[in-house]
């Protein structure tokens, strides 16, 4: 399995979920499950979920941290 790396700096300050899914390397199904109860922090802009990039940051360090 290849190993991606991205320049945080060219990551927008609010994405779409299946982007955040392929910079977390999980599915979209799974982050859309984790945003639904909550424990994923997206938030909704009519239908369509969106993440804000610091709070995914602090999402992985938690994360990391608990691991």
């Known amino acids: 399995m290849q190993r991606r790396e991205t320049a945080w700096e060219r990551v927008p300050v609010v994405m779409d979920l299946s982007y955040a899914a392929i910079l977390l390397g999980v599915s979209l199904d799974r982050l859309r499950k984790l945003a639904q109860r909550g424990e994923f922090p997206a938030f909704k802009v009519g239908k369509l979920w969106r993440v804000n990039k610091t ?13």
Request: net charge positive; no cysteine; aromatic share 16%.
């Open 55 to 67: 709070d995914m940051l602090f999402y992985i360090q938690k994360q990391v941290k608990t691991s």
